[in-house]
């Protein structure tokens, strides 16, 4: 998934690796260069749309404008990072 908007330089990345994780979600979330930020969820479907429905808010400084979803098949992604 894409999320814009007020993203960068609030937590968003870190805030998106602690919910993943109590989600029991494997994957990543990375900043990008358009000042996005990009993540990927792989585990069960109930706590993928968690986290994608916790993206479309974000953490408490983030100001959310757009959120673009791709479903993929999962890569068997293990754990969840930041990619820095």
Request: hydrophobic share 40%.
């Amino acid at each position: 998934m894409r999320v814009q908007g007020r993203v960068q330089g609030v937590w968003f990345r870190e805030s998106t690796r602690r919910q993943a994780e109590q989600l029991g979600l494997a994957g990543w979330v990375r900043n990008r260069e358009d000042g996005s930020v990009e993540a990927v969820f792989e585990g069960p479907v109930d706590a993928v749309a968690q986290a994608v429905a916790w993206c479309r808010l974000g953490p408490p400084r983030a100001e959310v404008t757009a959120v673009a979803v791709d479903e993929e098949p999962p890569e068997g992604e293990r754990g969840f990072r930041v990619v820095r």
